[in-house]
């Protein structure tokens, strides 16, 4: 059996706008000789695709009286836009926007704005490599762009929601989000994504992040699908000169997740910060591959992944950082910890540094330990019990990296829910939440 | 209060207490010195429950239970407090949290009911003026970043909030300038009371000047070897250890 996702591309080729046609059919081609990527694959060697061998549907867009309650979701004071199996919610989202931001449907853009798609859609993507890029890219039906305008600074995240929910038949989403930051524009954007029911489906969502000369973006991407409901996802950032990028993935759940992250810093003075927690418990698997390509001299990047690896589930993280020839003057620094609290879990890590480049700093670095027996005893020894320490340390184990991220709102509203993750008893969790 | 009597223990295999015997009444204050090695911090880290020492013989009773049969929570919330000589860093955990989590327990333990969060921040804000921290030390990670007197003055804000029957500090005064050695012991003295006792663990006498003991122990080669008055401190002080060999031997 292989993976069948014919109606989805059927779909596409009915409701995509005409102008993304010939994009569309090139990355058609490519999908029809691309195999899904198996064990022997190296940049896929621990996370299994064969759960996505089944037949797919492209998702109707539910009744306004069946919409998914919105109840997980932490509620921020924000722009919201939200998708519901990839379609487009208007009752649930905002629609007055501030001077200087534009959101808008691929479907609903009009020339100018389509042009500037047009331009701008791919750049920030690898020519070759990912497999499900042409997927998604076949079968864009629609997408939404959002664009800041030089010199603005935006006052409240954008929230871009996408939920997956009440289809019984196994269903595929291919989210796609263009994000574009003029010159010195500022903002902070989150892309949440969960499902109402476990349900089998699977998000292919691909995000470019176009950060212009000056520009400053803080982007948080969480991943909270569970269940049968897979995603995989690639972020793709493409930094001009002296831009800033902070980014935070969050990733709970699900028997299957895969992100890639991959940030370009292609002119001088680019900086990028990649942190990030993962959480799997029980039979879940999730896997981080991400990128840090020093394409230019005098860029900067730091990176802080941290996870905590559960009953017999799995996690993955793979952290390249690769410096081009003319990279000099790179600064580069990366560290992964992962804990493990169960003797089934298991972790794969691997740090990887290329560098063609001679005149740089690079550090990087990867552990994976069990809880410290000394902090146990010691929290202990103030009347503290075991299992109250232990969700206390393996708490604090993440929740530095969490403590690191700049909007307040959004990590109080994170804080219980990562809490959580850690005890199920949740008067082990009083003195965290 | 507390009755030691004839303790051997070990630990990674090799033999630390070799039959130490103390009796610690209720109100007292006991000092043990000794030279290095002597077996001084294994005996705070046995009775605070840690489980990387091993008890190969002997008994200790605490109010009439068996403390080595219990665990090291139940120790905690029965009374039992040691003061750190290397307090633990818990990035992460925020003091606060671990503070309330803790008086909490003991609280629980003791039949009363917890703090509301409006009194207990107040309770610790006070700990925390006593113990010479600013505020922000409690908002920060357990420990994180403290300088040695930091974590010190932090083990006694803790002591302050738990307050506990029995106080262990073990080697509270080493790395301690002189005036967060005065705060400590002004804690310890603000907190000495009929019904609470403290063993102090220390090299020096120095500690000694502010605490001033009702018992003075030495401890050589895992048993204590004399036992005196306050007076004893200041002869060590200008004796040393070295007369010692000759008595363990």
């Not at chain 1, 993955?316 to 992962?338: D, Y």
């Not at chain 2, 600013?134 to 970043?145: A, H, I, M, P, T």
């Amino acid at each position: 059996m292989s993976m069948n996702i014919a109606d989805v591309l059927a779909r596409a080729d009915q409701h995509a706008p005409e102008w993304l046609e010939e994009r569309r059919q090139i990355a058609r081609e490519v999908w029809n000789t691309t195999s899904l990527p198996t064990r022997k694959t190296e940049l896929w060697k621990y996370t299994n695709t064969l759960a996505l061998n089944q037949t797919y549907i492209a998702p109707p867009r539910l009744p306004s009286d069946a919409q998914p309650s919105m109840e997980a979701v932490p509620v921020i004071d924000a722009i919201r836009l939200v998708f519901v199996n990839g379609h487009f919610c208007p009752e649930q989202s905002d629609s007055a926007f501030p001077d200087g931001l534009d959101c808008v449907l691929f479907s609903e853009a009009n020339d100018q704005q389509a042009t500037f798609i047009t331009e701008q859609l791919g750049r920030a993507l690898p020519e070759v490599g990912h497999p499900f890029i042409p997927l998604n890219q076949a079968a864009m039906d629609n997408g939404v762009l959002v664009s800041v305008a030089p010199q603005t600074c935006l006052d409240k995240p954008i929230q871009i929601i996408w939920l997956t929910a009440g289809v019984s038949a196994p269903f595929a989403v291919q989210p796609r989000v263009l994000l574009a930051l003029g010159e010195h524009a500022q903002a902070t954007v989150i892309e949440h994504f969960a499902d109402a029911a476990a349900q089998a489906s699977f998000t292919n969502a691909i995000t470019e992040l176009i950060l212009s000369h000056g520009s400053s973006l803080d982007y948080y991407r969480l991943n909270f699908e569970s269940g049968h409901a897979l995603h995989v996802g690639g972020v793709h950032a493409l930094l001009g000169r002296d831009a800033h990028l902070s980014s935070f993935c969050l990733g709970l759940g699900a028997d299957m997740k895969r992100v890639d992250l991959v940030a370009n810093l292609t002119e001088s003075g680019a900086h990028a910060q990649l942190d990030g927690i993962y959480l799997p418990r029980g039979k879940e698997h999730i896997d981080y591959h991400t990128v840090l390509e020093h394409v230019a001299p005098y860029c900067t990047s730091t990176e802080t992944f941290r996870g905590v690896i559960a009953d017999q589930s799995r996690a993955v993280f793979n952290g390249r950082i690769h410096i081009h020839p003319h990279a000099q003057k790179t600064s580069a620094e990366l560290s992964n910890k992962n804990l493990l609290t169960s003797n089934e879990a298991e972790v794969n890590t691997k740090p990887e540094l290329e560098i063609y480049a001679d005149d740089v700093k690079c550090a990087h670095g990867a552990t994976v330990a069990q809880l410290n027996d000394t902090a146990v005893h010691y929290l202990m020894s103030r009347g503290i019990s075991k299992a109250e320490a232990e969700v206390m340390l393996s708490f604090g184990f993440v929740n530095e990296v969490l403590e690191s991220t700049r909007l307040a709102s959004l990590r109080e509203a994170l804080r219980p829910l990562l809490a959580e993750r850690f005890a199920r008893d949740s008067a082990l969790l009083r003195h965290l939440t | 209060m507390l009755t030691i009597d004839n303790l051997h223990a070990r630990v990674e295999g090799k033999d630390i207490l070799k039959g130490l015997s103390l009796s610690v009444s209720a109100g007292e204050v006991h000092a043990i010195m000794g030279p290095n090695g002597s077996g001084k911090s294994t005996l705070g880290h046995i009775l605070a429950g840690n489980p990387n020492y091993e008890v190969t013989a002997g008994s200790i009773q605490f109010n009439g239970d068996d403390l080595l049969a219990m665990d090291t929570e139940q120790r905690a919330r029965a009374g039992v407090f040691l003061a750190f000589q290397y307090p633990v860093e818990i990035p992460g955990v925020s003091n606060m949290e671990f503070l309330k989590a803790s008086v909490d327990a003991i609280r629980e333990h003791r039949g009363l009911d917890a703090f509301d969060a409006v009194t207990f921040m107040k309770r610790a804000r006070e700990a925390a003026k006593v113990a010479g921290l600013d505020q922000s030390f409690l908002k920060r990670g357990v420990n994180e970043g403290f300088s040695g007197g930091e974590k010190k003055r932090n083990e006694l804000l803790q002591m302050l909030l738990l307050e506990p029957q029995l106080g262990i500090l073990d080697e509270t005064d080493s790395g301690l300038d002189i005036d967060a050695l005065q705060v400590v012991a002004e804690g310890v003295n603000s907190m000495r009371d009929a019904s609470r006792s403290f063993v102090l663990v220390t090299h020096y006498q120095r500690l000694l000047n502010y605490i001033a003991p009702d018992y003075v122990h030495v401890l050589a080669g895992g048993r204590i070897v004399r036992s005196g008055d306050a007076s004893l401190a200041a002869e060590l002080e200008s004796t040393g250890y070295g007369w010692l060999e000759g008595e363990v031997a």
